[in-house]
């Protein structure tokens, strides 16, 4: 199988990834600060990807002129947005975060449109909106859990979180075609950490130990690990195809996370999460349809 055709596959299942690690976020959201959490994250990341970069013998040296953007880009990408969607979850319940930040790939198909890199199609606005109802459907009765009474930040720091992700996922494609894709990600990733450090130390993350309960550490290094091993996957994706079809599978994470309450919390299988799943599916069928030239 051809790249463009494993790509697919591949972002399907940083989807599913994205959806777990939101679980494990809201689970310990609570024993640290935003920016604390999402530093452990990121630096727990980018020590999985460094040895594999040094067994890989992929340097990163990149042109002067690409440092600061790729890096820029990096911090946008894992530290403002990660530290926005945590400080989101914080206020609002996870559905409803969810349902929100499943407007990722509606914004990277209007951004990318905007800056010419790539067309606007019917099939491809289709499967957007199509997979954002579907996500609605399989939440259903969970997005009308009650939150705090100003909630409203909440809601606009996660939709703030998916703007910034998706005007990164359109404007790493350039740097993913100039270099190879662990470099770009490993650095990128460690510059978001040196960002990152500076808002932990804000909220206090140096002053001792992190108090985080022993399954608190066991949700951190779940959500390390799995974030530095897909993000790679994330990458090597959107060098490979345009942003939309990489990012519409976001919309899996809600659904993910629906299911895991199915399947380890006794949640019932309602026919709304099925419907959900089905309109989901019918949405990514439409998004990826052929449209007579390569993209």
């Known amino acids: 199988m051809t790249p463009a055709a494993i790509a697919p596959w591949a972002a399907a299942s940083v989807g599913v990834q994205v959806g777990a690690a939101m679980v494990a976020t809201r689970f310990v959201v609570d024993e640290s600060g935003p920016a604390t959490l999402a530093m452990f994250r990121y630096a727990i990341g980018a020590l999985c990807l460094l040895p594999v970069l040094r067994w890989q013998r992929q340097p990163m040296r990149f042109a002067r ?17 990660i530290a926005l969607l945590n400080y989101g979850l914080s206020f609002i319940p996870a559905a409803r975060a969810a349902l929100i930040f499943a407007s990722f790939p ?8 905007l800056l ?17 109802a579907g996500v609605a459907l399989a939440l259903g009765d969970k997005l009308l859990e009650p939150g705090r009474t100003d909630g409203f930040i909440g809601e606009g720091a996660v939709l703030l979180a998916a703007l910034c992700g998706a005007v990164c996922s359109v404007l790493y494609r350039p740097y ?7 470099p770009v990600g490993a650095f990128a990733m460690l510059a978001s950490v040196g960002f990152l450090a500076l808002l932990a130390a804000g909220e206090g993350a140096f002053s001792g130990w992190a108090g985080y309960s022993a399954g608190g550490w066991v949700a951190v290094l779940f959500i390390g690990v799995s974030s530095g091993i897909f993000y790679f996957v994330w990458l090597w994706c959107l060098r490979h195809t ?32 099925l419907a959900g799943i089905a309109a989901l599916i019918a949405g990514l069928w439409l998004a990826h349809r052929p449209e007579g030239r390569t993209e």
């Open 65 to 81: 002129g690409d440092i600061l953007p790729i890096a820029g880009l990096g911090i946008v990408q894992f530290g403002l947005l």
């Open 106 to 113: 509606l914004l990277t198909m209007v951004v990318a449109a």
């Open 116 to 132: 010419g890199r790539e067309r606007l199609t019917l099939a491809k606005t289709s499967g957007v909106l199509l997979t954002m």
């Open 176 to 182: 993913l075609q100039r270099y190879p894709t662990l």
């Open 242 to 273: 345009s942003p939309t079809r990489v990012t519409i599978f976001l919309g899996l994470s809600p659904v993910t996370a629906a299911l895991f309450g199915v399947l380890l919390l006794d949640e019932p299988l309602t026919l709304p999460l």
